[in-house]
């Protein structure tokens, strides 16, 4: 069974940067980032397959990056100029199927 973890979220101030990672417990092709604020539906966030190929939600082009390490079965979202908009648990997935814990986003404003 796939396990994934997220790790790297934490509280910072608007404008400021944070960088999530996710590690699969086995080597998976495509994977995603979403992410779920309080009161609202669970979105996604970003994308990218084991080509590196990417995809973005546009309220975070330009602000995010999706990379991944294929040798160390990890996917990373570079998050700059956080908003408290922003504020949300961050969960990584494969293919909506398996999804880890979540680790949560604070920006405070």
């Known amino acids: 069974q796939l396990q994934l973890v997220e790790s790297g979220g934490g509280l910072v101030q608007a404008g400021g940067s944070l960088t999530l990672s996710c590690v699969a417990s086995n080597k998976i092709n495509s994977m995603a980032w979403y992410r779920q604020a309080p009161g609202k539906q669970r979105e996604f966030i970003a994308g990218?397959?084991?080509?590196?190929?990417?995809d973005y939600v546009d309220s975070v082009k330009g602000r995010f990056t999706v990379a991944r390490d294929n040798a160390k079965n990890t996917m990373y979202l570079q998050m700059n100029s956080l908003q408290p908009e922003d504020t949300a648990v961050y969960y990584c997935?494969?293919?909506?199927?398996?999804w880890g814990q979540g680790t949560q986003v604070t920006v405070s404003s």
């Open positions: 997935t494969w293919r909506g199927i398996y």
């Open positions: 990218i397959t084991n080509d590196g190929d990417v």
